[in-house]
């Protein structure tokens, strides 16, 4: 039997596989590169690429009410600013196994403030689904966990990307109306864009745009590649996803980026796949299905 909206759970696996490509690069720039250049040039690189489509999309942005507009635009500051800030200066304190580990919570916290806000109805598949996800990814990085970054450092590193899993989350609940009433690739757009405009005139005045010509082609790609292949196809990808699936179907495929970080990281260092990473991602695939079946409502 066809999986309801298939279309739309494979541009969640795509997107999450994509995030999953970015906590590699973003942890490679952090190494040498400030967390707010970085968010900036990430999102300057964004805005550039999405421009045409956003007049080619102008009639749908022309239909929008004051305040849906501006509602648009201060989510987009939240999660296409202050998330990837926020992210970004977690990766600098913290491992990208902490970090990915941490931001398999999405989920849950769209679900919680779904509900709480009574956008989203809760159920049993949903509530078992999101607890074998993070038990899933617990196993999968366990190794990396064991291993990674402690002290004062990567606590306020975890602590700052539990922040961010909120501040996303709180975009993906919130956000649902107005893809589906403006539909999702324009708001997609003009939020991209107010996420780097709106606060650029505070991030130009603090960020030390000298040390540009120091980076190496290395980073200058790296950017390049978050700020296209990391923005708008990988947030245009989950946007619509969300916008057929709900918020915590469409946020539960996000568990699947510290998997596809731990693959890109056993490729790229010659690292081999335990028994527990083979087991955390049979709980994630069962998670998925489980969290899409269709119950009764508990609330």
């Known amino acids: 039997m066809a999986i309801k909206n298939a279309k739309a759970h494979a541009a969640a696996i795509v997107a999450a596989s994509i995030a999953g490509l970015t906590v590699i690069f973003t942890s490679i720039l952090m190494q040498s590169v400030d967390p707010l250049l970085a968010a900036t040039l990430r999102y300057c690189v964004a805005s550039l690429s999405v421009l045409p489509f956003l007049i080619w999309n102008w009639?749908?942005?022309?239909?929008?009410?004051?305040?849906?507009?501006?509602?648009i635009c201060g989510l987009g500051v939240l999660f296409y600013f202050l998330f990837p800030y926020l992210f970004n200066q977690s990766l600098e304190l913290t491992t990208a196994a902490r970090g990915s580990l941490i931001m398999s919570l999405l989920p849950i916290m769209a679900l919680s403030i779904g509900v709480a806000?009574?956008?989203?109805?809760?159920n049993?598949?949903?509530?078992?689904?999101?607890?074998?996800?993070i038990l899933g990814v617990g196993l999968s990085v366990y190794d990396g966990l064991a291993l990674g970054a402690a002290g004062a450092d990567a606590l306020t590193g975890d602590l700052i990307m539990i922040a961010a899993v909120s501040v996303a989350a709180s975009f993906t609940v919130f956000s649902k109306?107005?893809?589906?009433?403006?539909?999702?690739?324009?708001?997609?757009?003009?939020?991209?864009?107010?996420?780097?405009l709106v606060p650029l005139p505070v991030t130009a005045?603090?960020?030390?745009?000298?040390?540009?010509?120091?980076?190496?082609?290395?980073?200058?790609?790296?950017?390049?590649?978050?700020?296209?292949?990391g923005v708008p196809i990988q947030f245009g990808l989950?946007?619509?996803?969300?916008?057929?699936?709900?918020?915590?179907?469409?946020?539960?495929y996000i568990v699947l980026m510290?998997?596809?970080?731990?693959?890109?990281?056993?490729?790229?260092?010659?690292?081999?796949l335990t028994p527990l990473f083979v087991a955390g991602l049979a709980l994630i695939v069962g998670a998925i299905i489980l969290a899409n079946r269709e119950p009764k409502t508990l609330l």
Request: glycine residues 6%; proline residues 4%.
């Open 117 to 122: 806000f009574k956008v989203e109805t809760l």
């Open 59 to 71: 009639s749908a942005v022309r239909r929008m009410s004051r305040r849906d507009f501006i509602a």
């Open 258 to 272: 510290p998997i596809t970080a731990t693959i890109l990281a056993v490729i790229a260092l010659n690292e081999t």
């Open 238 to 252: 989950f946007s619509w996803s969300i916008n057929q699936l709900g918020p915590s179907r469409g946020a539960m």
């Open 124 to 133: 049993l598949f949903k509530v078992l689904g999101c607890g074998l996800a």
């Open 177 to 196: 109306r107005y893809f589906q009433k403006y539909g999702p690739w324009a708001v997609l757009y003009l939020a991209i864009c107010a996420g780097f």
């Open 205 to 229: 005045a603090v960020i030390d745009f000298s040390v540009l010509p120091a980076l190496t082609s290395l980073e200058f790609t790296l950017l390049f590649l978050l700020g296209t292949l």
